[in-house]
Every structure is written in C-alpha cells, then in structure tokens.
C-alpha cells in the first residue's frame, strides 16, 4: 500500500532555531500534502494543504512566515518551523492523498523547543 | 463551516462489554474515515464509508454510515484491552472552497480494562 515516510520522527531543538520536517511519499506521487499539529490530548488540526509546485493554501491563524512548506516535486514535501518557540512544541503529521482512494498518513515528528 | 462532533470523549469500559461512539457532521458529505491513534504514534486508518448505509467490520470493530442524519457510529463488540486507543472519525466536505481537507472530530480516548 501507499507509504508517506516522515523525518525526523523527534527533534529537540533550541528556541530561536529552524527545523525541517520531511514528508516523502514512497511508491505514488503526491500531488496534495496536508500538514497537521496535534497538541496533547487534542485532535488534529489542519495547518495547510500544499500542491505540488504551486504555494500553500494556510487555515486561519497560521503564521505562513513562520510554517513555510514546499512541495517543490510529486514525492517530497517540507514543513520548516522557523525561529522555533516552546510554543511551537507539539506533534506534526503530514497526509498525503484527498483523493477517492483516501489518505495516507506519515508516522508524526515530535518537536520539542527548549 | 464543517463541524465535526464525537461523543463520548472519554470512554472507559469493562473487557468483554459493548459500546458505540457516535460521530454527527454538520454538511454534507460523502466520505467519512476513521481512525486509531495510540500514544505518540500517528493515525491507523479503520474505516472509510462511502455511502448511505454502508456497513463495515474488522473484528471486533463495525462503522457505519447514515448520511441522512450525518451520523456515523463505530461499535466495539466485546472489548479488548488491545482496544484501549484514540479513535477518530473524519470527515471531508463536499463544500468547492474545502477541498479536499479532512476535518477530525475531537477524538474518543478509549480505556479498557480488565
């Protein structure tokens, strides 16, 4: 089946640093990517939906300066957390797919701020 | 606006007993997933229900689908302590300006127990 592999699946990081997180699809082409931030005991919570080469479409209230995502081919997408803040800890998941055939979802990248 | 709703939130059962989680939707739709979560782990995907009155099993688990009362049920048949899980329903809209964004409902943390 479809497999979105997703790195690095933890990071610590210090406060006023940028991180990257990578999503590639493995045996399909991802024309769509959904980036998600779960908080603990939450749900998830939709931040932007990327088309391959075309810019991000960002929900309210994120801070597109400061999520930059690209999806600059079919098989990869990267979500950068710029000047990461303790606030910005919290458990991101990409999804590839919005077609019929459904979505596959990468296994989450922890990122913790100190 | 899609709204998704789950209840319960928090569902503690005996082994061996019965329940449902139930989840409504507020606009129309015609695909509705649903998914496990474990702690620190990303989404196993279940189900995904595609029509009015579509019944589907795994084992101890069953979802189905009225599209009419915008309601989906997922039923767990003597439980397991393996069950013990997040789940969640999703559901995409067919609102043009939604695309094709999942929007999760709130979860159902479930406990069983011994």
């Known amino acids: 089946g479809a497999v979105v592999s997703q790195h690095p699946s933890r990071v610590i990081c210090k406060s006023g640093t940028s991180v990257k997180i990578e999503c590639r699809s493995l045996?399909?082409?991802?024309?769509?990517m959904f980036w998600y931030r779960q908080f603990p005991k939450q749900s998830l919570m939709l931040m932007a939906t990327?088309?391959?080469?075309?810019?991000?479409?960002?929900e309210q209230g994120v801070e597109k300066d400061k999520f930059l995502i690209n999806h600059a081919s079919l098989t990869l997408s990267t979500l950068t957390v710029t000047s990461a803040h303790p606030e910005d800890s919290s458990f991101y998941i990409c999804s590839a797919g919005g077609s019929y055939y459904g979505y596959t979802f990468g296994s989450g990248t922890r990122l913790t701020v100190v | 606006e899609l709204k998704v709703e789950q209840n319960p939130l928090f569902l503690s059962m005996q082994e061996g007993k019965n329940y449902t989680i139930y989840c409504n939707y507020s606009t129309t739709s015609d695909r509705l997933y649903w998914y496990r979560q474990d702690p620190g782990k990303s989404l196993e995907s279940l189900f995904v229900?595609?029509?009015?009155?579509a019944v589907k099993q795994e084992g101890r688990l069953m979802a189905s689908l009225d599209t009419k009362a915008r309601l989906s049920t997922l039923h767990i048949t003597a439980a397991v302590h393996d069950l013990s899980a997040t789940y969640f329903c999703a559901v995409v809209s067919l609102e043009k300006t939604s695309g094709s964004r999942l929007t999760f409902g709130e979860g159902t943390q479930l406990t069983v127990n011994p």
């Open positions: 045996d399909f082409q991802a024309t769509t």
């Open positions: 229900l595609l029509s009015n009155g």
């Open positions: 990327s088309n391959e080469g075309s810019k991000a479409t960002y």
